[in-house]
């Protein structure tokens, strides 16, 4: 080897050194709890972990499986309880300000304002990340739970047709059953209970009522006549599933419709990530359609990580850059291709996305127009997390007795919505 070949080559590695030093310098550790454990959750999450390992940190996984996230918050208050927060925690809605109220969160305005969050965020999602004008949390998506995911060869087999309202999803769920096609895949948490009742609530009730019986949990509205009508139809919901549907997750619920064992499913676009992850594609192997009756409507279900305050300097420059990295335009494609929801950020470009995807986005700008964008109360957008589990528990009770009258539910859910 040339003299000038080695010192070339002894130069390279002290600079390849030195780069290293640097990197190990500001690396840091990023703790993330999160409930991504599904095929497609699993997909999203690690173009997570890939984006903030690009930029030299190592990311600690704190996945704690349960779909909607119930699991994951009871560990997580343990975690916080004993003054070991993760940096960052899948956290959503009125929850956040909870946390805040608690000192715990950590402040992301820098990030917020170099990146210029304020400007790239729809303004109701920009405060619900805030805390007194402060940015505590950064969303990742926008998930629309009022869907309904159907099997299209399953529906031929039937001779039957995919539903727009509920009359006739009741009749298709015939046609189905006939043919000895379980007509509504199901699964048995209340969560998964709930995200059908309020697409029931929402086709049957229409958006203001909506509003007034679940998000505003006016006692009259709750007491109502639409209400009783509902409460009927929901249950009606029920005789359509499957004896195996009590304690079954709702990716599983997924798959039944994916095989084509089930006709149908009311779920979030989350599920839409599961048909992906199999490889289906949207308009041949599956059909996403708005639930019944809400097609003018848009249940949201916003994804964001609440970033906990941190001590090691190291670890909070990681933090930041997990904080910016999620608002790209980079990975919110990303993300979301994989996740089925919808990217946050405004103006960002849809070539990539499929029509679900497209329909979605396109709904998601026309309701907020409309007055008919709603919070989901099932995925924690609403209420306090203390009156939404109490009106969970509630409306599971009555999907799930044999005895419970619609009068007596009403009064239940009625009590339920006052727990504060
Ligand atoms: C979350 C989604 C998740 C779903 C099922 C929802 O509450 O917002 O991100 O995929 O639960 O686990």
């Given at each position: 080897?040339?003299?000038?070949?080695?010192?070339?080559?002894?130069?390279?590695?002290?600079?390849?050194?030195?780069?290293?030093?640097?990197?190990?310098?500001?690396?840091?550790?990023?703790?993330?709890?999160?409930?991504?454990?599904?095929?497609?959750?699993?997909?999203?999450?690690?173009?997570?972990?890939?984006?903030?390992?690009?930029?030299?940190?190592?990311?600690?996984?704190?996945?704690?499986?349960?779909?909607?996230?119930?699991?994951?918050?009871?560990?997580?208050?343990?975690?916080?309880?004993?003054?070991?927060?993760?940096?960052?925690?899948?956290?959503?809605?009125?929850?956040?300000?909870?946390?805040?109220?608690?000192?715990?969160?950590?402040?992301?305005?820098?990030?917020?304002?170099?990146?210029?969050?304020?400007k790239l965020l729809p303004?109701?999602?920009?405060?619900?990340?805030?805390?007194?004008?402060?940015?505590?949390?950064?969303?990742?998506?926008?998930?629309?739970?009022?869907?309904?995911?159907?099997?299209?060869?399953?529906?031929?087999?039937?001779?039957?047709?995919?539903?727009?309202?509920?009359?006739?999803?009741?009749?298709?769920?015939?046609?189905?059953?006939?043919?000895?096609?379980?007509?509504?895949?199901?699964?048995?948490?209340?969560?998964?209970?709930?995200?059908?009742?309020?697409?029931?609530?929402?086709?049957?009730?229409?958006?203001?009522?909506?509003?007034?019986?679940?998000?505003?949990?006016?006692?009259?509205?709750?007491?109502?006549?639409?209400?009783?009508?509902?409460?009927?139809?929901?249950?009606?919901?029920?005789?359509?599933?499957?004896?195996?549907?009590?304690?079954?997750?709702?990716?599983?619920?997924?798959?039944?419709?994916?095989?084509?064992?089930?006709?149908?499913?009311?779920?979030?676009?989350?599920?839409?990530?599961?048909?992906?992850?199999?490889?289906?594609?949207?308009?041949?192997?599956?059909?996403?359609?708005?639930?019944?009756?809400?097609?003018?409507?848009?249940?949201?279900?916003?994804?964001?990580?609440?970033?906990?305050?941190?001590?090691?300097?190291?670890?909070?420059?990681?933090?930041?850059?997990?904080?910016?990295?999620?608002?790209?335009p980079?990975?919110q494609?990303?993300?979301?291709?994989?996740?089925?929801?919808?990217p946050?950020r405004l103006g960002q470009n849809m070539?990539?996305?499929?029509?679900?995807?497209?329909?979605?986005s396109?709904?998601?700008v026309?309701?907020?127009?409309?007055?008919?964008?709603?919070?989901?109360?099932?995925?924690?957008?609403?209420?306090?997390?203390?009156?939404?589990?109490?009106?969970?528990?509630?409306?599971?009770?009555?999907?799930?007795?044999?005895?419970?009258?619609?009068?007596?539910?009403?009064?239940?859910?009625?009590?339920?919505?006052?727990?504060?």
């Amino acid at each position: 080897m040339s003299k000038k070949m080695m010192f070339a080559l002894r130069a390279g590695a002290v600079v390849a050194a030195s780069m290293v030093t640097v990197l190990a310098a500001q690396a840091g550790e990023v703790e993330v709890l999160h409930w991504w454990t599904s095929g497609g959750e699993a997909k999203a999450a690690k173009s997570l972990q890939a984006t903030l390992q690009a930029k030299g940190h190592s990311w600690k996984d704190f996945a704690v499986a349960g779909g909607g996230g119930d699991s994951a918050m009871t560990v997580l208050k343990s975690r916080v309880v004993s003054g070991n927060a993760p940096a960052a925690a899948q956290i959503k809605g009125p929850s956040l300000q909870e946390w805040a109220q608690e000192g715990v969160l950590a402040d992301m305005s820098d990030v917020a304002a170099t990146n210029q969050w304020d400007k790239l965020l729809p303004t109701v999602v920009g405060n619900i990340m805030k805390y007194k004008g402060k940015y505590v949390a950064v969303p990742v998506n926008v998930h629309r739970v009022n869907w309904l995911w159907a099997n299209p060869e399953a529906f031929k087999k039937a001779g039957a047709k995919v539903p727009t309202n509920w009359d006739e999803f009741f009749a298709a769920a015939e046609k189905l059953k006939a043919a000895g096609i379980i007509p509504v895949a199901h699964g048995g948490q209340n969560w998964q209970d709930f995200t059908t009742f309020e697409a029931v609530a929402l086709g049957v009730g229409g958006t203001e009522f909506y509003k007034k019986a679940l998000v505003q949990l006016d006692q009259a509205t709750l007491k109502s006549e639409t209400m009783t009508k509902v409460l009927t139809t929901f249950k009606r919901v029920k005789s359509y599933t499957d004896k195996n549907a009590p304690g079954r997750d709702w990716n599983l619920a997924t798959a039944m419709v994916i095989r084509g064992e089930a006709g149908m499913q009311l779920m979030g676009d989350w599920a839409k990530g599961e048909f992906i992850s199999a490889g289906k594609k949207p308009g041949v192997d599956f059909v996403c359609t708005a639930a019944p009756g809400t097609a003018k409507a848009f249940t949201f279900n916003i994804d964001s990580f609440a970033l906990f305050k941190l001590k090691n300097e190291a670890n909070v420059k990681a933090q930041k850059d997990l904080a910016a990295a999620v608002m790209s335009p980079e990975f919110q494609e990303v993300f979301n291709l994989n996740k089925g929801s919808i990217p946050v950020r405004l103006g960002q470009n849809m070539d990539k996305f499929d029509d679900c995807a497209k329909q979605s986005s396109k709904d998601f700008v026309e309701t907020a127009k409309t007055n008919t964008l709603v919070p989901s109360i099932a995925h924690g957008m609403a209420v306090s997390s203390a009156a939404e589990g109490a009106i969970k528990d509630a409306v599971s009770n009555f999907w799930n007795s044999d005895r419970m009258t619609v009068a007596q539910a009403m009064d239940k859910i009625a009590a339920a919505a006052r727990t504060k």
